[in-house]
Nanobody
């Protein structure tokens, strides 16, 4: 089955960290740019970060630059999002996205609250 599966979300206090994973099954993502998006309650889905196929190129939304780090392990067919210095406004469902297949994962909930 062709799918992307996110994991690693949860409840964390402000200033804390989480690491999200996105694992592909049924196909390889090693030659593909991968993206993370997020959607907060009542808001549009917004871009968070992308990483090039070899992992040498990355880009971040201004709202997360300097706090989030995207990475990948092509041997594991997995992309990661390390989130540090989390803020309440980072609360959202986080999705990974493969544009070449227009394929979204099911999302993982991140809640930042004291």
């Amino acid at each position: 089955q062709v799918q992307l599966v996110e994991s690693g979300g949860g409840l964390v206090q402000p200033g804390g960290s989480l690491k999200l994973s996105c694992t592909a099954s049924g196909f390889t993502v090693s030659n593909s740019v991968m993206r993370w998006y997020r959607q907060a309650p009542g808001k549009e889905r917004e871009y968070v970060a992308l990483i090039g196929a070899a992992g040498a190129v990355s880009n971040y939304a201004d709202s997360v630059k300097g706090r989030f780090t995207i990475s990948r392990d092509n041997a594991k067919n997995t992309v990661y999002l390390q989130m540090d210095s989390l803020k309440p406004e980072d609360t959202a469902v986080y999705y990974c996205y493969l544009q070449t297949r227009r394929l979204w994962g099911q999302g993982t909930q991140v809640t930042v609250s004291s």
